[in-house]
């Protein structure tokens, strides 16, 4: 679902970005509201790299593809197509690396709408409308650390998890029957 909300008053975006508060006159902006639930894509290993088509020591150096879950694909088109008609992004999303990393999702499936697309995001950590009018006044950046900290857990994850699966399901099966 989208919604439009007119005429929300706070500083120009185009002098945040730094995430400290930003005097100066209140402008109103028209805003465009959606929402997501989680991540919005998923990685796994090529098809070539199943279960019985390789050791599991293989998987250690395997390339990891990043596709998108159809249960998401309506909502990827839907950020793609909205994209060119905002002048900015602002990303509100859980204060914390995972929510982090899904901004990092957002702002890319964005910005294949609209390269030249501003993003912002904003830090909060309760709806009270004091707090939200703070948010809008301390814009900042996607925290890039964040967002390379959860991708490498989960690619270590991926990782990990499938090679010990695998060489333990196939350790296993050798030593009993209909397993």
Known sequence: QIFTIDNVKFPSIFRQGEGRMTQGPMESHNMIVTSVRGHLASQDFPSEYGWSACPPISLF????????????????????????????????????REGE????????????????LSVYRAKFSTVLPREIQRALQTLGRVNENFVQAVQARTELDLRVGAAFTRFQTLRLQKKFDNV
């Open 101 to 116: 990393a899904i901004a990092d999702e957002v702002r890319e499936v964005c910005l294949k709408g609209d390269r030249q």
């Open 61 to 96: 150096d395997a390339p990891i593809e990043t596709t998108y879950r159809s249960d998401m694909e309506p909502l990827e088109q839907m950020l793609r197509q909205q994209a060119p008609r905002a002048q900015a992004l602002i990303l509100w999303l859980d204060c914390d």
